[in-house]
C-alpha cells in the first residue's frame, strides 16, 4: 500500500516570502500522479498544483511550484511570494495510474501554513 | 457552473442513530468520491461509485455504505453511529476514474 507522510505539521513564512512544504511518499508502483490540495477554513479541497511520475518536468502554477525527485520519492511545494490568502492546510496525495485502486487519493497528514502580514 | 454540493452542511446524531447525507456531483461527471476527515486521521477513503456501481471501497465497516442514482448523486448512510464517526465527510466527483476530483464543502457530522 502507497503511503504518504508530510513531516511539517505547521509552518508559517511572512507576506511575500517564499516558503517550502515538504512530502515524501512510498510506492513500489512506476506509474502514479501525485496532487498538492489546499484546504482553507471553507474546508473545501482546492487543488493547488498535479504532477505525473513520468514527466520529469517539475510543475509550476503561477506562484507554486514543485520540485519532484522520483527516486527519492520526495514532492515538495514551494508558493512564491506568499499572499495572506494562502493561509491554509496543505495535504500532499498520490494517486496510482492503475484504474482498479487509481480512483482513490492517498493524503499525507497535512501541513498547516500560517501567512504573516 | 455549479460545483459539487453536499447537504446538510452540519449535523448533530445521537450514538446509535443513522445518517444519510447527500452529494450533487458537477454536471456530466459520472464519478463520485467520499471521504472522511477525522480529526488526528486526516483523509480516508471510504467509497467510490462510477455509473452507479460501487468500484472500491476503502477500509470501513460495512455500516458506512451508499449508492448513487442514475442521475449520479450520491448518499452515503452510515448505520448505528459510533463517536469515533464524528467527521467531516467531503464528497468529490470527476468525469472519470482518471480525470481530477473536484471537492465539494463537505457535512460536519457530529456523534454524541
Known amino acids: 500500500a502507497q503511503t504518504v507522510t508530510q513531516s511539517q505539521p505547521e509552518m508559517s513564512v511572512q507576506e511575500a516570502e517564499t516558503v517550502t512544504l515538504s512530502c515524501t511518499y512510498d510506492?513500489?508502483?512506476?506509474?502514479?500522479?501525485l496532487f498538492w490540495y489546499k484546504q482553507p477554513p471553507s474546508r473545501q479541497m482546492i487543488l493547488v498544483i498535479r504532477q505525473e511520475a513520468y514527466k520529469q518536468q517539475n510543475a509550476t502554477e503561477n506562484r507554486f511550484s514543485v520540485n519532484f525527485q522520483k527516486a527519492a520519492k520526495s514532492f515538495s511545494l514551494k508558493i512564491s511570494d506568499s499572499q495572506l490568502g494562502d493561509a491554509a492546510m496543505y495535504f500532499c496525495?498520490?494517486?496510482?495510474?492503475?484504474?482498479?485502486?487509481?480512483?482513490?487519493?492517498?493524503f499525507g497528514e497535512g501541513t498547516q501554513l500560517t501567512v504573516n502580514p | 457552473e455549479a460545483g459539487v454540493t453536499q447537504s446538510p452542511t452540519h449535523l448533530i446524531k445521537t450514538r446509535g442513530q443513522q445518517v444519510t447525507l447527500r452529494c450533487s456531483p458537477i454536471?456530466?461527471?459520472?464519478?463520485v468520491y467520499w471521504y472522511q476527515q477525522a480529526l488526528g486521521l486526516g483523509l480516508q477513503f471510504l467509497l467510490w461509485?462510477?455509473?452507479?456501481?460501487?468500484?472500491n471501497r476503502g477500509n470501513f465497516p460495512p455500516r458506512f455504505s451508499g449508492r448513487q442514482f442514475p442521475n449520479y448523486s450520491s448518499e452515503l448512510n452510515v448505520n448505528a453511529l459510533e463517536l469515533e464517526d464524528s467527521a467531516l465527510y467531503l464528497c468529490a466527483s470527476s468525469l472519470a476514474w482518471n480525470y481530477g476530483y473536484t471537492f465539494g464543502s463537505g457535512t460536519r457530522l457530529t456523534v454524541v
Open positions: 454536471s456530466g461527471h459520472t464519478s
Open positions: 461509485y462510477d455509473e452507479g456501481e460501487e468500484r
Open positions: 510506492t513500489s508502483e512506476s506509474d502514479y500522479y
Open positions: 496525495a498520490y494517486r496510482s495510474a492503475q484504474e482498479t485502486s487509481g480512483s482513490r487519493l492517498t
